[in-house]
């Protein structure tokens, strides 16, 4: 997936959770609702791990020549 992409849907996602959580709060219960958001992060969580212990850590060429004292 091009990273744009992701970039763009997680932050919809973000946003919409906003929306989502005050309706959910004017119809159950502040605890019930963040519990069942927690639950929800938590069973995602276990399914992501795998995949996500994969990704081998890689230093930013980027980040290296900014913060170098060469010139």
């Given at each position: 997936?091009?990273?744009?992409?992701?970039?763009?849907?997680?932050?919809?996602?973000?946003?919409?959770?906003?929306?989502?959580?005050?309706?959910?709060?004017?119809?159950?219960?502040?605890?019930?609702v963040i519990f069942l958001?927690?639950?929800i992060t938590l069973i995602?969580?276990?399914?992501?791990?795998?995949?996500?212990?994969?990704?081998?850590?890689?230093?930013?060429?980027?980040?290296?020549?900014?913060?170098?004292?060469?010139?």
């Open positions: 997936m091009p990273v744009s992409f992701c970039l763009i849907f997680a932050t919809f996602l973000w946003g919409s959770s906003f929306i989502a959580l005050k309706y959910a709060i004017d119809f159950y219960d502040p605890a019930l958001r927690m639950a995602t969580c276990v399914f992501l791990w795998r995949w996500v212990k994969r990704f081998q850590y890689q230093p930013a060429i980027l980040g290296d020549s900014i913060f170098s004292n060469t010139k």
